[in-house]
DNA sequence: GACTATTGTGAGCATTAGCTCAGGTTTTGG
DNA sequence: CCAAAACCTGAGCTAATGCTCACAATAGTC
C-alpha cells in the first residue's frame, strides 16, 4: 500500500445535495463494513462497492481511509449520550442511583453497534488530533465522576482523580467487553454487579 | 501479501545447537520489533534483520508471521507468573491481602514489557488455537477468582461467576491500561484504589 | 577427506490494498 | 440552451509485505 494521505481535509466538499448523499451513503457503507470485517480488512474498495458508488468518490470526500473511521468515531462521540448524564443528582443517599445512571448510559451506548464500537475501540488508527479528542473527551468525563465523589459526603478515598480514571475506565470497558461478547448472563445481572462495585468502592471506607 | 500459511507447525525443527539459536534469536528479535511497532508494522523482514538472519532463516522455524507472536503469548502464559497465586490465602480477614496479592500479580506481570503485551492483547490475530488457550486460561483464573469468593464467609453477592468474570477483566485491563500509559501517579496509588475497589466490592453488602 | 544432513541465504514472486487521474456525466446559473 | 461548475467513474499505478525456493555454507560422521 502506497503511503497514507495525511491530509485531514477531503479535496472537496460537497455542494450539492447529491454529494451530501453520496458522503452519507460512504459513511453507513463503511460503518456496515468496518463492524462485519474489522478495520484491516475494511477495505476502501468493499466500502465503495457496499455503497454502490466508485472507489474515486470514495476519495473525494475522504482524504484516506483513516479518516472515514475518525468521522464515524467523531459522529458517535458527537451523537453519543457519551457526553449525557450531564445534570447527574449529587444529593445525598442517591449515590447507588447516580453510580446505575451512568453505567445505564454506558450500556445505552454500547448497544447500537457493539461490533463497529469494538473496531473503534481497539483498533483505531492513532492519529494526532484523534487521539486528542478522545482524550479531551474522556477528560471532560473523568472530571464529571470526579465530582461526584468529592461532592459526595459519603465518600472517603484517597485520590479523587486517580478513582475518577479507574471508575470511568473500568465501566467503559467492563460493558464493552459484555456487549461485544454477551454471554447468557442477563444484562440486569450485569449491570447490578458493576454498579454494586462501584457504589461499593465508593461508599465503603474499610 | 498472499495467503498466508495456516500451518502450524514449522517446516523444520532445530537439531543443532546453532538452530536453536537462531529461533531464540528470531523471538527476542520479534519480542522487540512487535513492541517497537506493533502487529501491523512489524514485518518479518524487519525481525529477520534485528535478528541479523536472513528472512529465509526465519520462516525455517515459523510456518507464518501468526506464529511468532503465537508462540511469544504461549511463553508468556507459560512462564506467567500469570499461573501464579495458586495457593491463595482464603482465611477469613486477609481478604483485603488476597485481593492485593492477585493485583500486585499483574503488576507484575504487566511490568516485563508492557508494549509487546499491549500488541498482544490488543492486536493479537484471532487464531482458534490461540484463543482456546487464552480461553482456557481466563477460566483457570477466574475460577480461582470464583472460589475465593464462595469461600470467603462475609461476601454477599449475587453472581459469582460473573463477579469473579468482572474482578478479573477489571483488574487486568486497569492494570495494563496503568503500565503501559504510566501517568504521575505512583503504582502504589494506583494500587491501593484498585485494591480498595475490588476488596469493598466483595465485602460490602449495602 | 568425503559424504550427508542440517542450517543459512536473499533475490524476487505473488498478492493485496490504498489511492490517482484522465475523462465522462449531471446539475446549476444565466 | 449552453457553458461552467460540481460530481462521478474505474482501470490501473505504486508500494508494501508475507513468503518461496534454488542454492550455498556449515556441522556431523566415518
Known amino acids: 500500500?502506497?503511503?497514507?494521505?495525511?491530509?485531514?481535509?477531503?479535496?472537496?466538499?460537497?455542494?450539492?445535495?447529491?454529494?451530501?448523499?453520496?458522503?452519507?451513503?460512504?459513511?453507513?457503507?463503511?460503518?456496515?463494513?468496518?463492524?462485519?470485517?474489522?478495520?484491516?480488512?475494511?477495505?476502501?474498495?468493499?466500502?465503495?462497492?457496499?455503497?454502490?458508488?466508485?472507489?474515486?468518490?470514495?476519495?473525494?470526500?475522504?482524504?484516506?481511509?483513516?479518516?472515514?473511521?475518525a468521522e464515524l468515531l467523531v459522529q458517535h462521540i458527537d451523537r453519543g449520550t457519551w457526553t449525557g448524564a450531564d445534570e447527574l443528582d449529587l444529593s445525598p443517599g442517591t449515590l447507588e442511583a447516580t453510580v446505575r445512571a451512568i453505567i445505564r448510559d454506558a450500556i445505552d451506548n454500547h448497544s447500537d453497534d457493539p461490533r463497529l464500537l469494538r473496531v473503534m475501540i481497539e483498533e483505531a488508527p492513532v492519529s494526532q488530533e484523534l487521539v486528542e479528542a478522545v482524550d479531551r473527551h474522556g477528560k471532560l468525563r473523568a472530571a464529571q465522576i470526579r465530582d461526584i465523589i468529592t461532592a459526595h459526603p459519603d465518600t472517603h478515598l484517597g485520590d479523587p482523580d486517580v478513582a475518577a480514571d479507574l471508575i470511568l475506565f473500568t465501566v467503559e470497558m467492563n460493558t464493552h467487553k459484555f456487549m461485544a461478547a454477551p454471554r447468557n448472563v442477563p444484562v440486569e445481572t450485569f449491570e447490578n454487579e458493576l454498579v454494586a462495585m462501584i457504589t461499593r468502592y465508593l461508599s465503603g471506607d474499610r
Chains 1, 2 share one sequence.
Open 1 to 69: 500500500m502506497p503511503p497514507a494521505d495525511r491530509r485531514l481535509e477531503p479535496r472537496r466538499k460537497p455542494r450539492q445535495v447529491r454529494a451530501e448523499l453520496t458522503r452519507e451513503r460512504i459513511l453507513a457503507a463503511a460503518a456496515h463494513v468496518f463492524a462485519e470485517h474489522g478495520y484491516a480488512a475494511g477495505t476502501t474498495n468493499r466500502i465503495a462497492e457496499r455503497a454502490r458508488i466508485s472507489i474515486g468518490s470514495l476519495y473525494q470526500y475522504f482524504p484516506n481511509k483513516d479518516a472515514i473511521l
